[in-house]
């Protein structure tokens, strides 16, 4: 008799952990695992601020971490640069490779001539920022980051001097929820879960403020459509009005501001008509949301960093964080602005980082601008040697930096070596000497912050990695040791390190970490709500910033600082539009996209299908293009080729291209960074990712 054997399932457990990609919400995850790999993936219900709802495409994570694509073996390159050909070596064989290259660089030109290069792939604190040990042990070039927050938290810290604020969740207890210039629905779902919260607990109307109708504006009840870079000259007609409507809180800005006085004068010219003319927003319009915002106390304005990555990014954050200090919002649970918490955590990263040996000073090389140092701009080299050696961890430049016809040269030199530690063969991967196989977030230790909360989260190894995946840490310490670089974080494991960081931080133990999961630290109401003051010697909120005194670590101060306005306005160095680029062109990130992670599964390739260019019916017309034509879209910068896709849900002369799509997915392989500029914006760099003249035609 035949006998039927089911084939055994290997049990499920659940495994905690965080969310490591570049992301505020850093969610608290709870991971199927079964057989040695990582299956469905949750949010955890148990923190609050998580609140069990995570993204679609982290929710699909098994998907990446399983693809049959993975990097899990050392390459070394064969064929020219950028060809793709690469051929099995050992790890070390590899690792032997590097350290020579690294060796011959310092000997010709010193070790600045060694740029080790690394960002938000991972936003654990060990995997992370680990690179940065290498760096001071040798005197290689430090790494100025800047492609991303520079702007928003200038401009916020301009007001504040802290960059911290109410507490998120408190969200779903506001009476108006203003969402600006970010599209949380795609960027980060957990602002929609507490402000939808808001509205069937308590009523509360939900703005948002975009330059197109994104996912995130299609769920507001007052919608609120601007052309981009124009967010200051809105924040300037809504306090206008507050101003003249009697909404302003004089007891609290005579309390709790610099000059209300001044403001007040200086925004008398700018009124909802002033203001019309430069956003496209119709006086009526601004009128009411001026209106809703003065008659509601409870008013939350949750600003994201979309509206802050332009020219003008700064300007417009600070004239946006005015608006609370007007109504006097701050001083209500439920009211108040909230950008960041990055500024509540302190974390003492001397190990991590070896903060304890940087000796000599070397050169800080500005992130944003590898373009510009690659093919040798002597400003953007602050006067010293070239760069000639690189070791990249968590990022992707040839895919995500600016200036990319720059970037593409750069990194064909034939006297520049570089190695790429990566999880897939990105196009950065393809431009490397070297390429290393990396492990994933389930795969080692680590901790993690969120910025767009309060919580402290434990990343523990929950699988083991395949084929031969290393740890950063595991390629920083081995390199380390060949090239005799010393400090007691080379010998540490990244569980070590971890416990370090949090008894030097006085946040207990790892052991005790990892029974809680999470630590929530959001600072009492009185100090979020800075009602013991602002984080300046007389406790008063900047009206009048200083510019050239904002409290921001950077090597130096960058862009036209020296012209930014002393009032909240709007400053008029973005790029307009002009008869030979008469379209405004916004790069927004894409739904199942983040950065340039998730472009390798197949489920976040099906949701987005192909590179796109959002443009009105009527200017398509005048220009005439159809839907599904391609078409050239060119800068002063270079050109991309982009397929049509009709959308009314923008202004006239406005187009959107979400991104960020590889390269190799366009029509003749250039991507949507080929259109962006690198140069810096005011006052502490950054890039203007979303401030790009183009004209239009078809290819």
């Not at 923190?47 to 693809?67: D, L, P, Q, S, W």
């Not at 290069?117 to 005197?139: C, Q, S």
């Not at 109410?166 to 210039?181: H, N, Q, S, T, Y």
């Not at 373009?371 to 895919?399: H, R, Y």
């Amino acid at each position: 008799m035949n006998q039927h054997i089911s084939p055994t399932i290997p049990p499920v457990r659940t495994g905690y952990s965080a969310c490591p990609h570049d992301c505020p919400s850093t969610c608290a995850l709870e991971i199927d695992i079964s057989g040695g790999r990582i299956g469905r993936v949750r949010g955890s219900s148990a923190n609050t601020f998580t609140a069990g709802v995570i993204c679609a495409k982290v929710a699909r994570y098994a998907e990446r971490a399983n693809h049959p694509d993975r990097l899990t073996q050392p390459l070394r390159r064969v064929g020219p640069k950028g060809e793709g050909a690469f051929a099995p070596i050992s790890w070390d064989e590899a690792l032997d490779e590097i350290a020579e290259a690294f060796r011959k660089a310092e000997r010709a030109h010193g070790p600045e001539a060694i740029w080790p290069y690394y960002y938000a792939g991972t936003m654990g604190l060990v995997m992370r920022d680990g690179i940065n040990r290498l760096t001071h042990a040798k005197g290689y070039s430090r790494f100025f980051s800047s492609i991303c927050v520079n702007p928003a938290w200038s401009g916020l810290l301009a007001g504040t001097g802290r960059l911290a604020g109410p507490d998120p969740r408190e969200m779903a207890k506001a009476d108006l929820v203003v969402i600006w210039g970010t599209n949380p629905v795609a960027t980060q779902i957990n602002v929609m879960t507490h402000a939808i919260r808001a509205r069937k607990e308590r009523g509360a109307k939900i703005v948002v403020v975009d330059v197109y109708r994104s996912p995130t504006m299609e769920q507001a009840d007052i919608p609120v459509l601007i052309r981009p870079g124009t967010d200051g000259a809105l924040a300037c007609a809504i306090m206008h009005v507050l101003f003249r409507d009697g909404f302003a809180d004089r007891a609290y800005l005579a309390a709790f501001a610099d000059d209300a006085a001044g403001l007040e004068a200086h925004l008398r010219t700018r009124d909802p008509e002033w203001a019309a003319h430069i956003t496209g927003m119709p006086v009526a319009e601004i009128e009411a949301l001026a209106q809703a915002i003065g008659r509601t106390p409870k008013t939350f304005i949750r600003a994201g960093y979309g509206f802050t990555r332009s020219r003008n990014g700064a300007v417009a954050m600070h004239a946006v964080s005015c608006i609370p200090t007007v109504t006097g919002a701050w001083q209500h649970e439920g009211g108040g602005l909230f950008h960041s918490n990055s500024a509540i955590y302190r974390w003492n990263k001397q190990m991590v980082e070896g903060r304890d040996i940087r000796g000599v000073t070397s050169r800080e090389l500005d992130q944003s601008r590898i373009g510009d140092i690659l093919t040798g701009d002597a400003e953007a080299l602050v006067g010293g040697p070239p760069v000639t050696a690189m070791l990249i961890q968590n990022t992707n430049p040839v895919s995500v930096a600016p200036d990319q016809e720059k970037v593409r040269r750069g990194f064909a030199r034939e006297d520049l070596f570089v190695a790429v530690h990566e999880q897939f063969m990105t196009e950065t991967a393809r431009m490397a000497d070297i390429v290393l196989p990396a492990t994933m977030f389930t795969e080692h230790d680590d901790l993690y912050q969120g910025g767009g909360n309060q919580y402290v989260i434990l990343g523990p190894k929950l699988v083991e990695p395949p084929g031969e995946c290393r740890t950063n840490h595991e390629v920083i310490c081995a390199l380390a040791e060949r090239l005799g670089a010393e400090h007691q974080g080379f010998r540490m494991s990244p569980r070590e390190h971890i416990d370090w960081m949090l008894q030097a931080t006085d946040r207990g133990t790892v052991e005790e970490l990892e029974e809680k999961r999470f630590l929530d630290i959001q600072p009492d109401f009185e100090t979020a709500h800075y009602l013991k003051g602002f984080s300046w010697p007389d406790g008063k909120f900047r009206l009048k910033p200083n510019w050239a005194k904002v409290p921001y670590a950077a090597p130096a101060k960058f862009g036209p600082y020296e012209t930014m306005p002393q009032w909240p306005d709007h400053w008029a160095v973005i790029e307009e539009a002009t008869e030979d680029f008469p379209f405004r062109l916004v790069t927004s990130p894409a739904r199942s996209f983040l950065n340039s992670s998730f472009t390798e599964t197949p489920g976040s390739i099906a949701r987005e299908k192909r590179p796109e260019l959002m443009i009105h019916p009527e200017d398509a017309a005048a220009h005439g293009l159809g839907e599904g034509d391609l078409a050239r879209v060119t800068s002063e910068r270079g050109a991309v080729l982009l397929h049509v896709r009709l959308f009314d849900g923008l202004r006239r002369g406005v187009v959107v291209a979400e991104s960020i799509w590889p390269n190799r997915s366009h029509q003749g392989g250039r991507g949507i960074n080929s259109l962006t500029g690198s140069d810096p914006v005011a006052p502490v760099g950054g890039a203007a990712l979303h401030d790009n003249r183009v004209r239009i035609e078809r290819a």
